[in-house]
């Protein structure tokens, strides 16, 4: 996980270096500028550019991989006209290396933007920057944002599930884009938009996917979503030494612990369990038991009223929201990766939208009755980028600790979307609800009572709400942290 950012218009250098500090928590390693050249391995806090440019990239590093196949390199990167910044990972990086040097790509490659960048370079040989760009992610696996300048169009692009934030906007001489929105405030830029998931911004206008996944209609094989789960979390863990799990003992998060736990025996891969909660909460209690089931290390984050207070206002303020059901979840995703962070490692495991896929949600009994359930679940997961996903990041992010969602990989999320409803709530009285996935996370190893314990929001699971609504909103004013 990284920050990108860029202007066009009129600004100057100094800008960009706005924008890079206020973003610096999601890239703390190195930053970087593309001002007329590329500048690597800046001191953002001394660098100073006072001249003015039409066109500028910059970004924050966060280093996760550092061997001698793959690197988490300083950006912008740059090949033949092309200049490029990249937020996210590539899952099938070693593919996508391979499919270069066979097409007569010659060139030693070890960054996810580098991979980006040659894919774009080879097709825009032959097509223009959009067709090019099209291409690229046509033949790509990953969660990201980038944007690619080739000396006269701009493309910026998001993932196909808006995993990885990517804002835009302008004002009267401005033009930008950024991972965050205050990165753009900073340089007075008010009027902002998020991309929507699989679009490409191109010189301004915005170019919708010819069909969204959540569109894609076709008969889902039930027998194929533990192999594609349990893919999604390797995809997710290749590479990596060790990996936390965002942990409340629910079905979701230790379905992923159990699989993660399997690919462990095959691969030195270190894992800890991560749950949030106050003491005695349902939460701890079901996290205690499920990492004892799973013979995992747990460490309990045992949240207080004073934590809650020294916490919200940056929490508030990131997610741009006081409302206490969003700033509830947003605080357990703090917490959690904020010891995440403190144990020395860059990455963490969520359980985040299985509800949205499986039909978790207590609402969705009412769909299924309706009839209704296929349809909203995919409406949900085509709105979950701004309702949960920005939330989560700008949380995890506080702590420059990055998020990787197995269930939404998109080749699982498109098989599921197209399972039938009764396999996912099998009555107007299942109570229980997302059936398939509860029986197969039983199926596969983990106790009835792990996998069929009942579905509890985070922020009530872990008594954060409580906390909010009985001693907090009392006396503090939510909206002025904002």
Same mark, same amino acid.
């Given at each position: ?27 703390? #390693? ?21 001249? $003015?440019? !039409? ?22 990167? &740059? ?26 790509? @010659? ?5 996810? %933007? ?8 080879? =097709? ?9 760009? @099209? ?8 969660? =990201? ?9 701009? /493309? ?62 076709? &008969?889902?094989?039930? /027998? ?17 030494? $060790? ?9 979701? *998060? ?9 690919? *462990? ?8 369990? =991560? ?10 209690? %079901? ?17 207080? &009223? ?21 700033? +509830? ?11 995440? %962070? ?5 990455? /963490?495991?969520? +359980? ?8 978790? =949600? ?80 039983? !199926? !596969? ?11 509890? /929001?985070?922020?009530? +699971?872990?008594?954060? #709400? ?13 909206? *002025?942290?904002?």
């Amino acid at each position: 996980m990284c920050s990108i950012v860029g202007l066009q218009g009129k600004f100057k250098g100094n800008d960009v270096i706005k924008m890079l500090k206020s973003s610096k928590n999601r890239g703390p #390693d190195s930053s970087g500028v593309f001002l007329d050249k590329i500048h690597t391995d800046i001191n953002i806090d001394e660098f100073a550019d006072d001249r $003015e440019y !039409e066109m500028a990239f910059g970004h924050n590093l966060l280093s996760i991989y550092d061997s001698n196949d793959r690197v988490s390199k300083a950006q912008p990167v &740059e090949k033949d006209n092309l200049v490029l910044v990249f937020n996210g990972e590539i899952y099938n990086f070693f593919t996508m290396r391979n499919f270069l040097a066979k097409v007569g790509v @010659e060139a030693e490659i070890t960054s996810d %933007a580098e991979i980006l960048i040659y894919l774009i370079d080879f =097709y825009a040989k032959k097509l223009d920057l959009l067709k090019a760009v @099209e291409s690229a992610i046509r033949l790509i696996d990953g969660d =990201y944002a980038f944007a690619v300048w080739d000396g006269e169009n701009l /493309a910026i692009a998001r993932d196909p599930l808006g995993v990885k934030p990517l804002f835009y906007g302008q004002n009267d001489n401005l033009k930008g884009f950024a991972s965050t929105r205050q990165s753009l405030k900073e340089v007075g830029i008010t009027d902002i938009d998020a991309l929507k998931p699989e679009h490409i911004l191109y010189n301004g206008e915005d170019i919708a996917p010819a069909q969204p996944i959540y569109e894609k209609i076709f &008969e889902g094989d039930v /027998a194929k979503i533990d192999k594609m789960l349990r893919l999604s979390v390797i995809k997710r863990v290749e590479s990596l030494a $060790e990996i936390g799990v965002i942990f409340s003992g629910g079905v979701d *998060s230790s379905y992923l612990a159990l699989l993660l736990k399997e690919i *462990s025996d095959n691969v030195a891969l270190k894992i800890k369990l =991560y749950a949030v909660g106050v003491e005695g909460s349902q939460d701890v209690e %079901a996290a205690i038991y499920a990492s004892k089931f799973l013979n995992l290390d747990l460490e309990i984050v045992e949240v207080t &009223e004073d934590m809650v207070r020294e916490a919200l206002p940056q929490v508030v303020n990131a997610i741009g929201d006081d409302n206490l059901m969003k700033v +509830g979840v947003g605080l357990t995703t703090y917490f959690a990766t904020k010891k995440v %962070a403190e144990d020395g490692i860059r990455v /963490a495991i969520s +359980g985040q939208g299985a509800d949205e896929l499986f039909g978790g =949600y207590k609402r969705y009994v009412q769909s299924f009755i309706d009839g209704t359930l296929n349809y909203d679940l995919r409406v949900d997961m085509s709105n979950m980028y701004h309702v949960n996903l920005e939330r989560d990041d700008a949380c995890s992010m506080l702590n420059s600790v990055e998020l990787r969602l197995p269930f939404l990989d998109k080749k699982l999320v498109e098989l599921v979307l197209n399972i039938p409803d009764n396999k996912k709530i099998v009555s107007m009285h299942d109570d229980m609800r997302k059936s398939i996935l509860r029986k197969l996370a039983f !199926e !596969e190893g983990l106790d009835y009572e792990i996998a069929y314990r009942p579905k509890k /929001a985070a922020q009530y +699971g872990t008594g954060i #709400d409580k906390i909010l609504r009985k001693k907090i909103v009392k006396d503090t004013d939510l909206s *002025s942290y904002l």
